[in-house]
């Protein structure tokens, strides 16, 4: 896309999100609530994104057909998000909706419940059943970082639409 009305286009997006980012790696211990793979504990990520498709939308904010104040403009870009984990649990490409406000300033987030990872399983507790499994992404400024949750509903707590497990959180500064 080559609209710059944001005074920025997708190559620009692309251009100042495509190095690969190492990034601390932590899975969490999901105990009591149900068992994961790998083991909880730290290792590392290799972690780059480049443009998905080659088009993008501006897409102003609007609320009642006005423009919501303090709400600027932004580009709608699909991203293709790479993860390889140093533990071999993750080692895939994502295709991701980014919301992206400057160059480098973007966040995503994205249900990947449906996509098989080899080395990453989850299973909940007996009286819990899976619902989601969003994927975040958000880079400002200088830093990176995501998050991976798993979202269930418990029998038990009736009253309780949602429980969340973070399940890893990845943190970097861009090079």
Do not use: K
Not at 97 to 119: C, H, K, T, W, Y
Not at 132 to 158: N, R
Not at 163 to 168: A, C, I, R
Request: aromatic residues 10%; hydrophobic residues 40%.
């Amino acid at each position: 896309m080559d609209d710059r009305s944001l005074g920025f286009s997708a190559a620009d997006v692309l251009t100042a999100t495509s190095q690969t980012q190492v990034c601390s790696w932590i899975w969490y211990d999901p105990y009591p609530f149900g068992t994961m793979l790998p083991q909880p504990g730290a290792t590392s990520a290799q972690v780059s994104l480049g443009l998905g498709a080659n088009e993008a939308t501006l897409l102003e904010p609007v609320d009642g057909g006005e423009t919501v104040p303090d709400c600027g403009s932004f580009m709608r870009v699909l991203g293709a998000l790479q993860i390889v984990t140093d533990d071999g649990a993750i080692e895939h490409t994502f295709l991701v909706p980014l919301r992206v406000s400057a160059p480098g300033d973007f966040d995503a987030n994205v249900d990947i419940s449906g996509i098989q990872l080899p080395g990453f399983g989850f299973s909940w507790e007996a009286s819990w059943e899976q619902r989601e499994q969003p994927l975040l992404i958000a880079s400002y400024g200088e830093l990176w970082g995501g998050l991976l949750l798993v979202q269930g509903s418990s029998s038990e707590y009736p009253d309780s639409v949602l429980g969340e497990l973070f399940v890893f959180e990845c943190e970097s500064r861009r090079n």
